[in-house]
Structure formats: structure tokens, C-alpha cells
């Protein structure tokens, strides 16, 4: 029976080899293709965006650094490797 609570999303021009791949991953998952999709989009919902989690640091106080400087330093450090 369809939730009446739950959404329903469609996608439109997929290319056919993105869709083959996915297709191909979710029976390897032994999962249908919405099953698949629909796993990888709750993952995907489940984890904060980097802007999310950079504006919940700026409202944090007690730190010394600003997320900007900690941001510009954190790659200047990796681009330096």
C-alpha cells in the first residue's frame, strides 16, 4: 500500500549510460533501481552539506579561529603536500 505521506520524484533525460550503471549497481546490490536510488538519496539527505556545517560552526562561540581562516589554511596546508 502507497504511504500517503511519502513523495514521489522523477527524474527526466537520464542518459543511458548513466541509467545503465545504476541499473547495473542495483541489481549487483540485489535491490530493484528505485530501491538503489532511493537508498542513495537518503544517504545522500542524511549527511550535512559543507555550507551546512560550516554555518552551524559560525553560530558556535569559544573557538579562537574563524571557519574562513580555518577553511584557507586547511587547503593551503593540502595544495602544499
Do not use: F, W
Not at 502507497?2 to 542495483?26: D, G, I, W, Y
Not at 533501481?33 to 538519496?41: D, G, I, N, P, R
Request: hydrophobic share 40%.
Amino acid at each position: 500500500m502507497h504511504n500517503a505521506c511519502m513523495k514521489n520524484l522523477q527524474v527526466r533525460s537520464v542518459p543511458e549510460r548513466t541509467h545503465a550503471v545504476l541499473r547495473r549497481r542495483a541489481a549487483h546490490a540485489g535491490m530493484s533501481l528505485q530501491e538503489y536510488l532511493l537508498s542513495m538519496l537518503n544517504d545522500t539527505a542524511s549527511r550535512p552539506t559543507v555550507e551546512e556545517v560550516l554555518t552551524r560552526i559560525a553560530t558556535r562561540s569559544g573557538g579562537r579561529v574563524r571557519p574562513a581562516a580555518a577553511v584557507r589554511d586547511i587547503r593551503a596546508e593540502r595544495s602544499g603536500r
